[in-house]
Structure formats: C-alpha cells, structure tokens
C-alpha cells in the first residue's frame, strides 16, 4: 500500500480510517503553524464553499509541511467537518455559553452537517470530494443541554455536538453518511484511496 499522512488531530478520524483497513502517519501542525486560523469565516461565505475551502486549505498546509520536515514521500489526507442551520456555519464553540447557545439553536430542528475531504499525491494530484447529511433533533429540555454542555463533550466539536456522544439520544433521523457526520466520509475517503491506488 501506498504510505498515507493523515493531517488531522481528531481521533475519530484514526478510528474510521482504522475501522477499512488504512494504515496511517499523523501529519499534525507544529507550533509555529496556526492551524485555526485556517478555518475562519470569510463573510458571505456559503457552509459548502466553506468547508470545501477550509479543507483544501488544511491540505496545502499539510504538503508544505511534509516537505519542510523532509519526510518520505506520500498521499496527504485531510478533512474538515462544519453544521449548516438557517445558512449559518456552526462550527466549534469558543466557549460554554456559545456551545450552549449552538444546541439550543439545534434543539427541534433539522440541520445539514457537511464533510469535505482531500487528497494529495505525491506526483502533485488532488482530488477532493464533499458529504453531505441531515439530522433531525428532537426538542431537548434546557437542563439536558446544560449538562451537556457543563461534561465537556461539546468543545472542539463543530455544531457543539458529537454523533458518536450522549447526544445521540437527541437524534430521531440522519439522512447520509453517519462516519461522514463523525467526521470522515468513509465512502467518500474509499473512493479518493482507490482512484490513488489503495484497494479498499
């Protein structure tokens, strides 16, 4: 198999790449690089032009930085995770009061959850693809969200909220990809890997 860089600091990622057989390397930013700010908004920005930017961006970033710690050569994976409501991108809380306000936002409604992923090959393709879900919350009373909220679940996570966490109670309906919800379409990823010569 070709080596692979995966270039992101989420371990949902490792598991689902785990979960299809790809072995891996973290790619992951040193300290001179800001990663965050990678993904700020741009105003008038669309969640899907977002997030496919942000992505292509992380990308970029990632094989500038292989290259700059003389690695071995490799396919570079990156992706990145956004919640659309009402046209807003909902993306990771800057503290508990905005992780609180996000789900009461999320509570009784339906909401677009968007992963983009990319992949860069060492002869200098890219190829890149976007998943798209819905999920439906049922209207969650005040003090479950404020429990939530006060574990520490939702910080670092886009929409305030993991699948994968105690909020999957709240979930009536998803319409997608579940690992693509998670963080990491993994039919998408598959067929990015195929066509860069994995067999998956």
């Known amino acids: 198999m070709p080596l692979l860089y995966l270039a992101s600091q989420s371990p949902r990622r490792r598991q689902l790449l785990d ?14 690089e800001d990663a965050e700010a990678l993904e700020a908004v741009r105003a008038g920005e669309s969640p899907d032009d977002y997030v496919q930017r942000v992505t292509l961006a992380k990308l970029q970033a990632a094989l500038e930085r292989r290259a700059r710690r003389q690695w071995p050569a490799g396919a570079v994976l990156c992706a990145d995770t956004t919640v659309a409501l009402d046209g807003d991108i909902l993306g990771k809380p800057q503290d508990a009061d905005d992780a609180l306000a996000m789900l ?17 090959t060492p002869d200098g393709r890219t190829s890149a693809a976007l998943s798209v879900s819905t999920v439906r919350f049922e209207q969650v009373p005040l003090d479950r969200l404020q429990a939530y909220v006060a574990s520490g679940e939702p910080m670092g996570k886009a929409g305030s909220y993991a699948i994968q966490s105690q909020a999957a109670a709240w979930i009536s309906h998803i319409s997608g990809s579940y690992s693509g919800i998670m963080g990491l379409p993994l039919h998408e990823t598959a067929r990015l890997l195929n066509g860069a010569g994995w067999a998956l």
């Open 19 to 32: 979960q299809i057989g790809v072995a891996h390397e973290l790619l992951l930013p040193g300290d001179d």
């Open 104 to 120: 009461r936002r999320l509570s009784g409604r339906e909401h677009r959850v968007l992963t983009a992923v990319a992949l860069g």
